[in-house]
């Protein structure tokens, strides 16, 4: 009897292991799954975006409410910040668990090395998503008889702030049209409020503010004088464009400013959303997913949030002038091959 006991005991035990074998063994199931999924997403991440009150802060703030109530598991939150490459930058190439906006053609730039003021290559950095514009606009006031950009040599002409990528769109577009520095009387750069303020006092002949449209410098003049813009012409666009494929052309609509009853075409230079590489493929994709899938609640939050469209991002994605991360190429490459 106690043999076949012993016997007994023993099969149970050997039954039981091969159950404990066979569960270890094989593919997790339910809560298991999901932790395998998720075992590289990091619990937090940051969004990089603007200064407060600003449009990259508020699209940031939404963007990252939309992520957090769609993806499990992840908490997104905006950081505020000066919005530029040399800030935004270093904070995603050494950090996963970091996203940031960025112009662009200054991602461009900083992947190369080749951004003034920024001492390293942003090679962890790829991209998203890409969303709103800035348009650098020309303004001038009825008084100075200036038309149109041939009227600019010998000119007083006011600047963005040096090192910005408003600045170098600036010197591309005067480049265009022919001119190099001594041309003018002075290029000044200047914060675009100054510029403003230069323009009412005679201290300069044109103004370069930049932004959405209406602009708020060009809307303050708009409101007191009567002001001018340039537009650029198709010819001189496609040659900058050549040189600058991340650019695209715009046009400001008639009556955008009251003073201003004809269409005006602009350079407008994109920004976008990226990560460092090494954030998770899987979670990337998601990330991609959600945002292009949410144009419209983030439109609702914010006027330029329609930009932050598939569209834009595709423009940007086909000429191929910056690398997407691969988790967001994977979404991209799916909605080529759709046809949609």
Same mark, same amino acid.
């Given at each position: 009897?106690?043999?076949?006991?012993?016997?007994?005991?023993?099969?149970?035990?050997?039954?039981?292991?091969? $159950?404990?074998?066979?569960?270890?063994?094989?593919? #997790?199931?339910?809560?298991?799954? &999901?932790?395998?999924?998720?075992?590289?997403? #990091?619990?937090?991440?940051?969004?990089?975006?603007?200064?407060?009150?600003? +449009?990259?802060?508020?699209?940031? $703030?939404?963007?990252? &409410?939309?992520?957090?109530?769609?993806?499990?598991?992840?908490?997104?939150? +905006?950081?505020?910040?000066?919005?530029?490459?040399?800030?935004?930058?270093?904070?995603?190439? %050494?950090?996963?668990?970091?996203?940031?906006?960025?112009?662009?053609? /200054?991602?461009? &730039?900083?992947?190369?090395? +080749?951004?003034?003021?920024?001492?390293?290559?942003?090679?962890? @950095?790829?991209?998203?998503?890409?969303?709103?514009?800035?348009? #650098?606009?020309?303004?001038?006031?009825?008084?100075?008889?200036?038309?149109?950009?041939?009227?600019?040599?010998?000119?007083?002409?006011?600047?963005? #702030?040096?090192?910005?990528?408003?600045?170098?769109?600036?010197?591309?577009?005067?480049?265009?049209?022919?001119?190099?520095? *001594?041309?003018?009387? *002075?290029?000044?750069?200047?914060?675009?409020?100054?510029?403003?303020?230069?323009?009412?006092?005679?201290?300069?002949?044109?103004?370069?503010?930049?932004?959405?449209?209406?602009?708020?410098?060009?809307?303050?003049? %708009?409101?007191? =004088?009567?002001?001018?813009?340039?537009?650029?012409?198709?010819?001189?666009?496609?040659?900058?464009?050549?040189?600058?494929?991340?650019?695209?052309?715009?046009?400001?609509?008639?009556? +955008?400013?009251?003073?201003?009853?004809?269409?005006?075409?602009? @350079? $407008?230079?994109?920004?976008?959303?990226?990560? %460092?590489?090494?954030?998770?493929?899987?979670?990337?994709?998601?990330?991609?997913?959600?945002?292009?899938?949410?144009? !419209?609640?983030? /439109?609702?939050?914010?006027?330029?949030?329609?930009?932050? %469209?598939?569209?834009?991002?595709?423009? @940007?994605?086909?000429?191929?002038?910056?690398?997407?991360?691969?988790?967001?190429? =994977?979404?991209? !490459?799916?909605?080529?091959?759709?046809?949609?």
């Amino acid at each position: 009897m106690k043999r076949v006991f012993a016997l007994l005991l023993a099969l149970i035990m050997i039954i039981s292991l091969v $159950a404990c074998g066979g569960k270890n063994q094989g593919a #997790p199931t339910g809560n298991e799954a &999901q932790h395998t999924k998720d075992k590289n997403w #990091p619990s937090d991440v940051v969004i990089a975006s603007g200064t407060t009150g600003g +449009t990259s802060y508020y699209i940031g $703030a939404t963007q990252a &409410q939309i992520l957090t109530e769609a993806i499990d598991g992840v908490s997104f939150v +905006t950081e505020a910040t000066n919005a530029a490459i040399t800030q935004n930058g270093p904070l995603v190439q %050494n950090d996963p668990a970091i996203m940031g906006h960025f112009v662009i053609p /200054a991602l461009v &730039q900083a992947r190369e090395g +080749t951004y003034p003021g920024l001492d390293m290559e942003l090679d962890k @950095v790829y991209l998203i998503q890409v969303g709103n514009s800035t348009r #650098p606009q020309f303004i001038t006031l009825k008084e100075n008889n200036i038309k149109d950009f041939s009227d600019l040599k010998g000119k007083r002409i006011g600047v963005p #702030p040096i090192t910005t990528v408003v600045y170098t769109a600036t010197i591309q577009i005067l480049a265009a049209y022919g001119y190099k520095e *001594s041309d003018f009387a *002075s290029l000044t750069p200047m914060a675009f409020n100054d510029q403003g303020d230069a323009l009412k006092d005679g201290s300069i002949d044109v103004a370069v503010v930049a932004g959405g449209f209406p602009q708020a410098v060009a809307s303050d003049l %708009n409101s007191s =004088r009567d002001i001018v813009m340039l537009s650029i012409s198709d010819e001189v666009m496609a040659k900058i464009i050549a040189e600058t494929p991340s650019y695209k052309a715009e046009i400001v609509p008639a009556g +955008t400013y009251s003073d201003v009853d004809y269409e005006v075409q602009v @350079v $407008a230079i994109p920004q976008g959303i990226g990560c %460092n590489i090494d954030m998770d493929e899987d979670l990337v994709y998601e990330i991609t997913k959600v945002l292009n899938e949410s144009t !419209d609640k983030l /439109a609702s939050m914010h006027a330029e949030g329609r930009e932050w %469209n598939l569209e834009n991002t595709l423009a @940007v994605y086909k000429a191929g002038v910056v690398p997407f991360h691969p988790g967001a190429a =994977r979404y991209y !490459d799916e909605i080529i091959a759709s046809g949609k």
